[in-house]
Structure formats: C-alpha cells, structure tokens
C-alpha cells in the first residue's frame, strides 16, 4: 500500500509499505492494505512502518498529527 508521511515543509516517507502502526488518539492502531477507510488523531508516540525489503522497520518519533486511511493507502500528517 502506498504511504505518505509528510510535515508541513518536507515528506518524511513516500512510498510502498506492508504496514504501519501508529499511536492513534483512542490507542495504537495497525494499518494493512484495504484498510477501511478512516480519519483520527494521532498522539505522542512512535510511527513504525514495515516496508517489505527493508530487514528492520523504519520508526518515526512524532509530537501529534493526523492519520487519512484509504483503501490504496495512509497519508499521516504532522
């Protein structure tokens, strides 16, 4: 699935990924392809994404933001 991971002035991430797990307002959440499409907070906590060629997931540190989940894909902003 294809995931964005953007800040106001730069992307973070854009690209293909098995999953995404992300510490959502009401608790951590995981995101796999054909996910329902949903829209939530995200809180303090740590964004881990499994991309398929990569040994060790790629871990992002954030403050706050928001999760867009479509059926193709997320788009998280910070």
Not at 26 to 55: F, N, Q, W, Y
Request: hydrophobic share 40%.
């Amino acid at each position: 699935m294809h995931i964005v991971i953007a800040k106001v002035d730069q992307n973070l991430f854009d690209g293909e990924a098995e999953s995404i797990t992300v510490p959502a307002s009401t608790g951590e959440m995981t995101v796999l392809p054909e996910h329902m499409p949903l829209i939530t907070t995200l809180k303090a906590g740590c964004i881990t994404l499994r991309v398929s060629d990569e040994a060790k997931p790629r871990q992002f540190q954030i403050k706050n933001g928001v999760l867009e989940v479509r059926r193709d894909g997320a788009t998280v902003i910070l």
